[in-house]
């Protein structure tokens, strides 16, 4: 399995980008799928993930700094997990990740524990500028 990130870039404070995590190499709709983010001189750090999704049963969920402002979806005939941000800050910049596993259960909630993540991509890169 492969993950690949693309969509960082620079943006202004209270700009707007969309990143995307393309899955390849395993049925899209076996994996769930979440985004963590490192900004320099920190550690990695969760920011949303969502479920396999299968039968209408997506569940997501978010860390509290981004809640209302991020939303994770994903595009099963398109392979693709999005991350849509808003109203970014300039404490979003960082390096952004996407990371999968293999979800058994199509109903469970995502997990947010990298740990639990077996394939990374490498990362995008998101500068927001005060």
């Known amino acids: 399995v492969q993950l690949q990130a693309s969509g960082g870039g620079l943006v202004q404070a209270g700009g707007s980008l969309r990143l995307s995590c393309a899955v390849s190499?395993?049925?899209?709709?076996?994996?769930?799928v979440g985004w963590f983010r490192q900004a320099a001189g920190k550690e990695r750090e969760f920011v949303a993930a969502?479920?396999?999704?299968?039968?209408?049963?997506?569940?997501?969920y978010y860390a509290d700094p981004v809640k209302g402002r991020f939303t994770i979806s994903r595009d099963n005939a398109a392979n693709t997990v999005y991350l849509q941000m808003n109203s970014l800050k300039a404490e979003d910049t960082a390096v952004y990740y996407c990371?999968?596993?293999?979800?058994?259960?199509?109903?469970?909630?995502?997990?947010?524990?990298?740990?639990?993540?077996?394939?990374w991509g490498q990362g995008t890169k998101v500068t927001v500028s005060s």
């Open positions: 190499g395993r049925p899209f709709n076996q994996y769930a």
């Open positions: 969502i479920n396999r999704g299968s039968r209408g049963a997506v569940s997501t």
């Open positions: 990371a999968g596993y293999y979800q058994r259960l199509y109903y469970a909630e995502p997990a947010q524990s990298p740990d639990q993540y077996e394939t």
